[in-house]
C-alpha cells in the first residue's frame, strides 16, 4: 500500500489484489516525458487494468494482467471488459503472467487444460495471436503478450526475480495516404509563337463590357483556353505517401 517512486517514472494505474498480505499487484508505469497514454480503469474482478495508447493513426488498447496460479478464471468478464474499452482503440495488447498451461498451444506447458483451450480460442475469435515462443519461468511459457497489431516483436530477458522479463516493441505508426493523379503542364514545349499571335490578333473589347468581376472572368477563360489549346499536358499516377 505504500508510495512507488522510480526516478523518471510516474504511476499511471495500480490494481492490487485485496488487503491480505499476500495481496499482489499489477502495476503501470510511464516514463514522464511519454504524454499520450492515460488509465482507463481497473477490473472489478481480476487483477488486471486498461489503459489507451494515443497515436497520430489511432490508439491501442493496452490490457496489463496477472493471473494467480490455481484461480477460477471466467473469460466472461474478460470479454465484457475488452468489448467496452476496445470501443475506444482501434487495436489491442494484452500482457501479463496468467498462469496458463496448454501444450497444444503454449508448447511449453505441463499439461493441457480447458482453461488454455478456452483463451486459445477467444484470442483466435477476435483475430488476435498469442507472441512469446519461449520460456518465461523455468522451463515453462507463463507470461504472454497477446495482440492484434502488425509488426509487434518481442523479446524474452534475462531473470528478474523467478520470471524472465518480456520487452516487446511496436511499431511506428505510418499513415499511408493516396495522392490523386496530378496535372502537368509542360510549358517548355509550348506553341508559343501560335499562342503569341492569337493574343496579337485578338479583339479585346470584351474587357470593356460589364462589371470587373464579368471582364476578369472572360479573361481568365480566354487564358485557360489558350493554354490547354498549345500547351502539352501529361498526368501523374497515383502515389502513396
Sequence with gaps: TGKLEV????????????????????????RTDVKN????????CAERSWHLIQRDTGSILLGNWYRP???DTSLDALRLELD???????????????NIHNRRWLRFSNANTVLGDQLRAFIEERGMSQLVQEPTRGEYLLDLVIANVDGVRVRVGPKIADHRY???KVPDAVEVRELPSRKILHYNKANWDQMKDIVARQDWSFLQNGSVDNMLGDFNAFLTNLV???????????VKS
Design 37 to 44: 497514454v492515460v488509465f482507463l480503469n481497473n477490473s472489478v
Design 7 to 30: 526516478p523518471g517514472y510516474v504511476v499511471i494505474s495500480r490494481r492490487d489484489r485485496s488487503s491480505s498480505p499476500n495481496r499482489g499487484r499489477v502495476l503501470a508505469l510511464c
Design 166 to 168: 518480456l520487452l516487446f
Design 228 to 238: 490547354e489549346s498549345y500547351v502539352p499536358v501529361s498526368w501523374t499516377s497515383k
Design 84 to 98: 467496452q474499452a476496445s470501443s475506444q482503440a482501434d487495436e489491442v495488447i494484452m500482457c501479463g503472467d496468467l
Design 69 to 71: 496460479p490455481g484461480e
